[in-house]
């Protein structure tokens, strides 16, 4: 059973635009959560966390945005650019006991020029 | 520059051999983790060690099995039991669980293909 879903497989998006990437969870306990950016034939770079204290954090073009209520968070790219096609994967946490990090399947974001 | 280094980077195997995947840190993280990804299947957690000699399964540890006599080495073997090998591997490490200060470092992976 998937706790961590990112139900959009892919996303294509205009240079210039915003790219919006949506990730929803199932277990409660989670409270930290991450996004990470991966290349073809690289492991994932980290890209911007936020922990459930909070609704929104920002680090230069991205924000991630947390709706606890909803189980829900959004990874916000503006502008979009074409170096930003990668593929982006949602993580989350649980604070019980030692919990490593629950990964969805992540979604294709494709910017064209 | 400290991180961490998965080799080979290609590996082909026969069926029925047993194959160890490599991952060295140099990030003095105590954490490490192998995970697989597979086609729209995201990533999924083999195994992991919070710290030297000691490792615990993750969601699909079947077929492979690990060791920890090091801080920096976490290396992977994929046994003749596991059943559909052919995957990309990676390896990550952290401190402590990961939470804050970015989660896990990632290896660049090891791609394994039986043939």
């Known amino acids: 059973d998937q706790q961590v879903k990112q139900n959009s497989p892919s996303l294509s998006v205009q240079e210039g635009r915003i790219s919006i990437l949506n990730c929803d969870y199932t277990n409660s306990m989670f409270d930290y959560f991450l996004w990470y950016k991966k290349y073809p034939a690289e492991g994932p770079t980290f890209l911007i966390s936020?922990?459930?204290?909070?609704d929104k954090n920002e680090d230069g073009r991205f924000t991630v945005f947390l709706n606890k209520s909803a189980k829900h968070l959004s990874l916000h790219i503006v502008p979009s650019q074409p170096g930003d096609s990668a593929v982006y994967f949602c993580a989350a946490s649980a604070l019980e006991g030692y919990s490593t990090l629950t990964f969805g399947k992540g979604t294709m974001l494709l910017v064209s020029p | 520059d400290g991180g961490i280094t998965q080799s080979p980077k290609y590996l082909f195997r026969k069926e029925g051999q047993n194959v160890t995947l490599s991952c060295e840190q140099n990030l003095n993280h105590d954490a490490m983790y192998w995970y697989r990804q597979d086609p729209g299947q995201g990533l999924r957690l083999i195994y992991y060690?919070?710290?030297?000699?000691?490792?615990q399964k993750g969601d699909i540890a079947e077929g492979y099995s690990v060791s920890r006599e090091k801080k920096e080495s976490f290396p992977l073997t994929v046994t003749s039991a596991q059943k559909n090998p052919t995957a990309f591997y990676l390896c990550a490490s952290s401190r402590s669980s990961g939470r804050g200060m970015g989660g896990y470092t990632f290896g660049s992976g090891t791609r394994l293909t039986v043939v």
């Open positions: 936020i922990s459930s204290i909070k």
């Open positions: 060690s919070q710290i030297v000699n000691d490792f």
